[in-house]
């Protein structure tokens, strides 16, 4: 008798063990290009997300619940990227801060939708990722549709009259992107002189540069990342084409200056304004650099995806997707490192605004004459 009244005792203890570890941790997700020619925004969001775990859980968690970061790797390819969502969701995650190429967000925001799970990402700026009518797309950035009238109006003003080559990767992000300043430049009465697409991934683009050159480009947009743009861009001084690059917010990391070189000197693009500069963001920039980090581009920004959440999650008492989602689509603020947001019914940020960056000796800063 007392043995099985021990045993009772034991399992029940077991039991209740388990519970509270059961409620011990939250897990959520990140993915991105952790590998692959854009590892250098992947070591943003990750150094990004690590960071606002941390200062989360030494904070008392979420709900008195600790977080566990899980990181998956989709090197910015779409199969692989549902592979990950794949991965996350047997992982049990509760919310995906990602991913990164809008390639990639896209197809795997299907696989979280199905499984309940919120999906905030922190740099995916195409517009179908927030218009496909899912409850659970949401993003901290801008959108390609705003960014484009910035980028075609700009074009239209300083090079009226001259010759605009319009090139992009065919990915969803750079395509998005390239098509949207056309539309804008379009708009504003101008049309370009050439629109080319070229292949991601390859390191000869004297073809491209050539037919740039032959035409008498003035000024040339570049739909894409700054892997390409750079040896681009390099290539293009070496067939001593002085002309104009602009391009986006993928051109957001010194590893473009890596690439490009003295080449890179007077390079342009949009972007968000800088968010190591925002008052909101002042004590996590100083504790990434005394760590030796400058969180540039979109490091900030994963951290603010996470930290939108945790609010939204305190606010609903719990981590239900579709609740948390309701609360951030009711336009409720949360107070970010990026400053306080607000997203609309369809998890887009309100006013997202873009303003101009120029490279010069290796470094990007804001450039208020180009505003």
């Known amino acids: 008798m007392k043995k099985y009244l021990f045993s009772g005792i034991a399992l029940g203890f077991a039991a209740a063990l388990s519970a509270t570890t059961a409620l011990a941790d939250i897990t959520i997700g990140m993915a991105g290009p952790i590998t692959g020619q854009y590892a250098a925004f992947g070591e943003q969001m990750k150094r990004g997300s690590e960071m606002v775990v ?17 990181v998956g790797d989709d090197a910015c390819d779409p199969k692989q990227a549902v592979a990950v969502a794949n991965q996350m969701v047997s992982k049990g995650i509760k919310l995906m801060a990602g991913h990164f190429c809008s390639g990639s967000s896209i197809p795997a925001s299907q696989v979280y939708a199905e499984e309940g799970i919120l999906q905030i990402s922190p740099a995916s ?57 056309r539309k804008a430049l379009n708009a504003a009465g101008q049309k370009e002189t050439l629109n080319e697409s070229y292949t991601a991934g390859e390191k000869d683009y004297t073809a ?58 007077g390079m342009i693009f949009t972007f968000a304004p800088e968010p190591r500069n925002n008052p909101a963001a002042k004590e996590v920039v100083e504790k990434f650099k005394a760590g030796g980090y400058d969180p540039e581009g979109y490091t900030l920004y994963s951290y603010a995806a ?66």
Not at 54 to 70: F, K, M, R, S, Y
Not at 246 to 254: H, K, L, M, V, Y
Not at 335 to 349: A, Q, R
Request: a negative charge; aromatic letters at 8%.
């Open 54 to 70: 941390a200062d989360i859980n030494a904070a008392g968690g979420v709900n008195g619940e600790q977080l566990v970061l899980e």
């Open 208 to 265: 491209l540069v050539s037919k740039m050159k032959d035409a008498g480009i003035d000024a040339v947009y570049v739909g894409g990342y700054h892997t390409e743009g750079g040896l681009i861009l390099r290539q293009m001084r070496e067939q001593g084409m002085a002309s104009q690059m602009i391009s986006g917010d993928a051109f957001n990391t010194e590893e473009f200056w890596t690439i490009a070189g003295p080449a890179g000197e």
């Open 306 to 371: 996470i930290q939108a959440w945790a609010q939204a999650a305190t606010a609903t008492g719990g981590t239900d997707g579709k609740k948390i989602a309701e609360w951030l689509r009711a336009g409720n603020p949360v107070k970010t490192v990026l400053g306080e947001l607000s997203l609309n019914e369809k998890g887009d940020i309100k006013d997202a605004k873009y303003v101009w960056y120029k490279f010069h000796d290796g470094k990007y800063t804001e450039d208020t004459s180009l505003q």
């Open 125 to 181: 700026t195409n517009p179908v990722f927030t218009e496909g009518g899912l409850w659970n797309t949401h993003r901290v950035c801008g959108r390609d549709d705003a960014q484009g009238i910035v980028a075609g109006n700009f074009l239209a003003k300083h090079y009226a009259g001259k010759k605009i080559a319009i090139i992009d990767d065919k990915s969803p992000y750079g395509k998005g992107l390239a098509d949207e300043t």
